[in-house]
């Protein structure tokens, strides 16, 4: 099993920044397959960016520049930097995991609340 925690949410004006930080804890001995996805109000869950299992990182166009992954594998977190913020970047945001091995699933974090508005 796998515990994802999030935390950094908030509210924020257009053009403003936050960060948000993700702690993993249980099953899990790298930040590999850990990325933040969100899904705002009446729209399905899509990916932000994420840590692909070759150390690789992903983006969505939308967020690509803007928004900046990194994260720490001694502490099992990843971090998403978030600047020149939008308010159609307003959403709910998880952190999420894909576990590939005894058996595939996606563990997710219960989210935390991103509004962009003046």
């Known amino acids: 099993q796998v515990q994802l925690v999030e935390s950094g949410g908030g509210l924020v004006q257009p053009g403003g920044s936050l960060r948000l930080s993700c702690v993993a804890s249980g099953s899990i001995f790298s930040i590999n397959g850990m990325g933040w996805y969100r899904q705002g109000s009446g729209k399905e869950r899509e990916v932000v960016a994420r840590f692909t299992s070759t150390s690789t990182t992903n983006y969505a166009e939308s967020v690509n520049v803007r928004f900046t992954i990194s994260g720490d594998n001694a502490k099992n977190t990843v971090y998403l930097q978030m600047d020149s913020l939008k308010p159609d970047d307003t959403a709910v945001y998880y952190c999420?995991?894909?576990?590939?091995?005894?058996?595939?699933?996606?563990?997710w974090g219960q989210g935390t609340q991103v509004t962009v508005s003046s």
């Open positions: 999420g995991y894909y576990q590939r091995v005894p058996v595939p699933r996606m563990y």
